[in-house]
């Protein structure tokens, strides 16, 4: 089993839709997770983390935790042209390491 | 406020040669990690230094090594490069304090073809 795997893309949404992204983690342990996004040819920004359950917003993007699941997501509202990019998920395995998933790529469609 | 920066951007190596690469991390930062990232795939991470010390590894040969020195700064050293190699090699730096560990910053990388 994989310590952490998204949702296979590649995704594509109208501008101003609403784009989900969804990504599991093997780990229970776990306690806190991190969304990054990397623009083709780029290295990865962190956009959002997310430590208790439940949502976090930060402006158009809203981070959901669902550690029972196992389970976190990320919503990107009104997408936009810019937002087009690969997502990653990443999820901290044991004391130090960060644990990336492969990544889902997004399109938004003008 | 400097981020994090690494150098040199790209590198053409032969196979069996060795490459070091370095990193500084960003101001107030005093964590290095080391990922490779292969076209398509998520980074994958090498280790992460810590005072001076590799404090955590990943599922990478011998051939991997690195260094932290006193500023902070990184180097990863790879030896007897192979074709399997060629990716873009990323440096993150972390806070210091156990609750910011895991908020890594990434520079922009370096892309290493080896042919």
């Known amino acids: 089993q994989k310590e952490v795997e998204q949702n296979s893309g590649p995704l594509s949404v109208p501008e101003g839709a609403i784009a989900s992204l969804n990504c599991t983690y093997s780990?229970?342990?776990?306690?806190?997770f991190f969304w990054y996004r990397q623009y083709s040819g780029k290295s990865p920004e962190l956009i959002m983390f997310?430590?208790?359950?439940g949502d976090k917003e930060d402006g158009r993007f809203t981070a959901q935790l669902n550690k029972a699941s196992q389970y976190v997501s990320l919503l990107i509202r009104d997408s936009q042209p810019s937002d087009s990019a690969t997502y990653l998920c990443?999820?901290?395995?044991?004391?130090?390491?960060?644990?990336f998933g492969a990544g889902t790529t997004v399109t938004v469609r003008a | 406020d400097a981020g994090v920066t690494q150098s040199p951007t790209h590198l053409i190596k032969t196979r069996g040669q060795q490459v070091t690469l370095r990193c500084s991390p960003k101001?107030?930062?005093?964590?290095v990690s080391w990922y490779q990232q292969a076209l398509g795939q998520g980074p994958q991470f090498i280790f992460q230094?810590?005072?001076?010390?590799?404090?955590q590894r990943g599922n990478f040969p011998d051939r991997f090594s690195g260094h932290q020195f006193p500023n902070y700064s990184s180097e990863l050293n790879v030896n007897a490069l192979l074709l399997g190699d060629s990716a873009l090699y990323l440096c993150?730096?972390?806070?210091?304090?156990?609750?910011?560990?895991?908020?890594?910053?990434f520079g922009p990388g370096t892309r290493l073809t080896v042919t």
């Open positions: 990443a999820v901290p395995i044991g004391d130090y390491k960060l644990s």
């Open positions: 230094y810590y005072e001076e010390e590799e404090r």
């Open positions: 780990d229970r342990g776990s306690q806190s």
């Open positions: 993150a730096s972390s806070p210091g304090g156990d609750g910011n560990l895991y908020e890594q910053y």
């Open positions: 101001s107030g930062h005093d964590t």
């Open positions: 997310i430590y208790s359950n």
